[in-house]
């Protein structure tokens, strides 16, 4: 096969497409590793790596497809998106499949997704073709925050309901990209006043309506405080469902006294433990791949937790080499955007490039301990369905602008022969 055939294929910016392939390659590495506890249970030592690299292909088959579509057609697509996510998010919410508590997965024609995936991108085209049909000279017009507020008001409360951890990270995703499209400062401060607001009676509202069961791991008065029960009326335990588990995290969270190793209650806090444990036992150097010991105690290691299996496997070098790939992913994707001769294709892609990147830093801290748990999955490299998919389909945008965007240059060549 020679460059020409490969330059057809691998079409867009080569950096970005350095980045994915480096981050499938440990994806793959690190999934087979962290499955031993799929494996147990399937009685199969290859299938996990095997339907991973499955999901891998396909993702890949679909980044392909959407290399090839012209950015200016994404605009298109955009209303039928919107009305799709608006669909399936009530939809899951009335009917989904519960996973830990929470109803995220829907079935269609056989084929079973996490709409908030989908309702994630669609916000992200959505934002940045509001921003680019109401960007002046001097910014973006008063009217387009209305709009972006409209658009958010049908998506973000339906994926807060099931997800918090991913509409907060949409959020910021928005926010981020207000900024770039130079929203005016004044609508961003009442914004944030507001947001301020809504986030201190919804804190109010999970520490009332959530429940919190003490164990012995917990070192908080408050929590001995909150042990007993409360039956909540039918539409506020439908919309206040995951409150318990909300209150939980920031309840544990929270409590910075040092617990003694024998206190620590593996069955409750499993998860934080085993992998404190990994990065711990790591030794700055790592163990070498697929010598974790931490992977058959620690719950979704092939998923939540995949970074701390990472550092116990790759040391400081490797954890630290993946999240370079990240960065490198942002600033490249900046690059990309500084090139752009059009609003639209630049907000969509730094849009995309803030999504998978702020979520990938979210999951990082999540494994060393320094947020609460979330169960964001890290971007290209979990063990996933719906998620690995639409992030190839992410990456696929950024190259389709990489490569079909018109560029600043040779519009300004254009313009001088004219």
Request: aromatic share 10%.
């Amino acid at each position: 096969m020679n460059n020409k055939t490969l330059g057809n294929i691998f079409k867009g910016d080569k950096v970005i497409w350095m980045v994915f392939f480096f981050l499938c390659m440990i994806s793959i590495i690190e999934v087979y590793s962290a499955s031993s506890s799929l494996t147990y249970k399937g009685g199969d030592f290859w299938a996990p790596m095997i339907k991973h690299i499955g999901t891998l292909i396909m993702g890949v088959f679909f980044m392909l497809v959407t290399i090839n579509v012209p950015c200016k057609y994404f605009k298109v697509v955009t209303p039928f998106l919107l009305i799709f996510s608006v669909i399936t998010l009530i939809w899951v919410l009335a009917t989904g499949h519960s996973t830990n508590g929470a109803q995220r997965w829907v079935n269609l024609i056989g084929i079973q997704f996490q709409p908030s995936e989908i309702a994630k991108g669609t916000m992200v085209l959505a934002v940045a073709q509001i921003l680019s049909a109401l960007q002046t000279d001097k910014g973006a017009e008063k009217r387009a925050m209305k709009y972006i507020l409209i658009v958010g008001f049908f998506i973000i409360p339906f994926i807060m309901l099931e997800n918090l951890s991913t509409a907060m990270l949409l959020c910021i995703t928005v926010l981020c990209m207000m900024l770039i499209g130079r929203v005016p400062m004044s609508q961003i401060g009442k914004l944030l006043g507001v947001i301020v607001l809504i986030s201190l009676v919804g804190f109010s509202a999970i520490m009332i309506f959530g429940k919190n069961v003490p164990d012995q791991n917990t070192n908080s008065k408050l929590t001995e405080k909150i042990a007993t029960k409360t039956e909540k009326p039918g539409a506020i335990s439908k919309i206040f469902h995951r409150a318990d588990t909300w209150k939980s995290r920031i309840y544990k969270f929270m409590d910075s006294k040092p617990i003694p190793p024998e206190e620590i209650n593996l069955d409750k806090d499993g998860q934080v433990a085993y992998a404190n444990i990994a990065i711990a036992s790591s030794d700055i150097i790592g163990k070498g791949p697929g010598n974790s010991v931490e992977r058959d105690f620690l719950s979704q290691a092939f998923s939540d937790f995949i970074y701390a299996i990472i550092i116990e496997e790759m040391g400081i070098e490797g954890a630290a080499f993946v999240a370079i790939l990240y960065i490198i992913m942002l600033f490249r994707t900046g690059k990309i955007v500084s090139q752009c001769a059009n609003n639209f294709p630049a907000f969509l892609a730094m849009g995309l490039a803030i999504l998978l990147v702020t979520q990938a830093l979210f999951n990082m801290l999540v494994a060393v301990g320094l947020a609460p748990v979330t169960g964001q999955p890290l971007p290209l490299v979990s063990k996933g369905g719906t998620s690995t998919v639409i992030n190839c389909v992410y990456v696929g945008v950024i190259l389709s602008i990489s490569r079909s965007a018109a560029k600043r240059d040779t519009l300004k060549e254009e313009t001088e022969v004219s």
